[in-house]
């Protein structure tokens, strides 16, 4: 496909990133539709005008990159979602991978690696930054097949755990027996392959907290 064919929407509240990714790409041949400074614009121009490839960056106003794609997900566009972050830690990544995002990029990735991205999603296949190592992927990949283990009843659990519930409160809640809750706790933690010490259920969650808010 001609680069001239390949619309392109890109969000992100950071004016000099949005001008610069912008200008590299309109240089390299591509055609801009519009930008956007937060996820609420980004879901309103995106819908109006679907482009092929949406760059966006996670932290926004209103609604950050990950909800974008969610809600844009809905309509079953025929865009390709690409996030564009600093972040390259690995909650971030499963994130991403969760709500289905079709790249993930670094900003700090040069725009040979910007127009791989581009080829591969448009070809309709997935691509992550050459930055992120192969074991990282390997990690990421392994974290997101225990969590699809979880029932929507331990997701439940773990998200009442992430406020600090204690087992008492999560039985008021869910008006359950704390038999019950403790039968969750220790599925869980197996599934999730945790040692079974003290606060270790805890512990994940705080290390995984951008998974733990797309359960």
């Not at 991978?97 to 900003?107: C, D, E, Q, T």
């Not at 009843?153 to 999560?170: G, N, P």
Request: proline letters at 3%; glycine letters at 4%; aromatic letters at 6%.
């Amino acid at each position: 496909m001609l680069k001239s064919n390949i619309s392109i929407i890109i969000a992100d509240d950071h004016p000099m990133m949005l001008k610069g990714l912008e200008q590299e790409l309109e240089q390299a041949g591509y055609s801009i539709l519009a930008t956007a400074k937060n996820g609420a614009s980004a879901i309103e121009l995106i819908t109006e005008n679907p482009p092929s490839v949406a760059f966006l960056d996670i932290e926004m106003p209103f609604l950050n990159g990950f909800e974008v794609v969610k809600r844009l997900k809905e309509l079953n566009l025929k865009t390709r979602y690409v996030i564009m972050s600093y972040h390259k830690e690995k909650g971030f990544v499963m994130q991403a991978r969760k709500v289905g995002v079709h790249g993930y990029l670094l900003k700090e990735d040069s725009i040979t690696e910007i127009e791989q991205c581009i080829e591969q999603v448009i070809q309709g296949n997935n691509y992550y930054s050459k930055s992120f190592k192969e074991d990282f992927e390997l990690q990421t990949e392994k974290e997101m097949r225990k969590i699809a283990l979880l029932t929507p009843s331990e997701r439940t659990i773990i998200r009442l755990v992430s406020q600090e519930k204690t087992s008492q409160e999560i039985c008021d809640v869910l008006s359950i027996s704390k038999r019950t809750v403790d039968k969750h706790r220790t599925n869980i933690i197996a599934k999730l392959e945790l040692e079974p010490v003290s606060n270790t259920l805890l512990d994940w969650i705080r290390s995984h907290k951008e998974i733990v808010l797309g359960l």
